[in-house]
């Protein structure tokens, strides 16, 4: 049980092209999607929390009018780079939790993302 | 300083060999701890929760001081298939809160 289907697993895209990934929460409420970022050699880096039906709150030094989180329901959460630069390619992560979940967090299997 | 410090490796050790991880987190009022598990190019897996008592799962040790705000990982005869990148995460409190991940300590267990 608590299973996150994330895609694209990964994905090569022009410069200045907008991409979209989705994590879909399979058999459990997503209340709560966190957003990672994880640069080669580097830990997963916080991006963003969003809540069902909220606006997401970005960390410092994200864009939000970058990175377009949209968590309208309990099972699917989306990440859109948008206008992407070959800076923002990176693993793209995200991490569901909510209630009944053991140990609160479940990863999706991540989506490496490849701007040329 | 970051939130969450870790050795930075890597760690090249023969079959058989026991390692120990170290890690210590900055946030006094961190509730959560784990040590989880990354392959290349995967999603990060969760190995243990680590609590104050000390906890054992088969190879795996993990230990907790609060005071010292450090948490350790000792793996005993390694195999190959231990071979990762081993992640030290925080929480700061139950619920729904983000995990604060350490930058990870390479291992290879080298037959």
């Not at chain 1, 907008?18 to 709560?32: N, Y």
């Not at chain 2, 000390?54 to 005993?76: K, P, V, W």
């Amino acid at each position: 049980g608590a299973v996150v289907s994330q895609h694209p697993s990964w994905v090569i895209c022009k410069s200045g092209t907008s991409v979209k990934i989705e994590c879909r929460s399979l058999d459990f409420q997503a209340t709560t999607m966190f957003w990672y970022r994880q640069f080669p050699k580097q830990s997963l880096m916080l991006m963003a929390t969003s809540n069902e039906g909220s606006k997401a709150t970005y960390e410092q030094g994200v864009e939000k009018d970058k990175f377009l989180i949209n968590h309208a329901s309990l099972t699917l959460s989306t990440l859109t780079v948008t206008s992407a630069h070959p800076e923002d390619s990176s693993f793209y992560i995200c991490s569901a939790t909510g209630p009944l979940i053991p140990y609160g967090y479940t990863f999706g299997s991540g989506t490496r993302l490849t701007v040329v | 300083r970051k939130e969450v410090e870790q050795d930075p490796g890597p760690f090249n050790v023969p079959e058989g060999a026991t390692v120990a991880f170290n890690c210590t987190y900055s946030n006094s009022a961190s509730q959560s701890f784990f040590w989880y598990r990354q392959d290349c190019r995967k999603e990060p897996k969760l190995l243990m929760s680590v609590y104050s008592s000390g906890n054992e799962d088969g190879r795996f040790t993990a230990q907790l001081n609060r005071a010292s705000q450090y948490i350790s990982l000792l793996i005993r005869d390694s195999k190959l298939s231990d071979s990762a990148t081993y992640l030290c995460v925080v929480n700061k409190r139950s619920g729904n809160t983000p995990l604060v991940f350490g930058k990870g300590t390479r291992l290879s267990v080298i037959a």
